[in-house]
C-alpha cells in the first residue's frame, strides 16, 4: 500500500499523515528479494507484493498535497 486514505476518512484526527507507513510490508518483501538476488541464492524465489493506492475517487488527495488554484496559487 503506498497510501491508504481509508477511503471515507473515518480515521480519528491527525492519524491519516501517518498512513504513509502501510507500505512497510510492502517493502520488506521487496527488500528481502532484492537481498536474495544480490547474494545468488541459488532457489527459485517469487515475490508478490501489492502496490497500490486507496482512494475514493480520481480528484482525492493526500493530507500533505501542495493544490494549484485556479489562479495559478499553490495551497
Known amino acids: ?3 491508504d486514505s481509508g477511503g471515507l476518512n473515518l480515521k480519528p484526527s491527525g492519524n491519516i499523515k501517518g498512513m504513509h507507513v502501510d507500505k512497510h510490508g510492502a517493502c520488506s518483501v521487496l527488500s528481502a528479494f532484492e537481498s536474495a538476488a544480490k547474494l545468488q541464492v541459488k532457489s527459485n524465489i517469487v515475490a508478490v507484493i501489492g502496490v497500490v493506492e486507496n482512494f475514493i475517487s480520481a480528484n482525492s488527495y493526500r ?3 501542495i493544490i494549484k488554484s485556479r489562479k ?3 495551497v
Do not use: A, I, R, Y
Request: charged share 10%; proline share 11%; aromatic share 12%.
Open 1 to 3: 500500500m503506498c497510501f
Open 63 to 65: 493530507p500533505l498535497d
Open 72 to 74: 495559478g496559487l499553490t
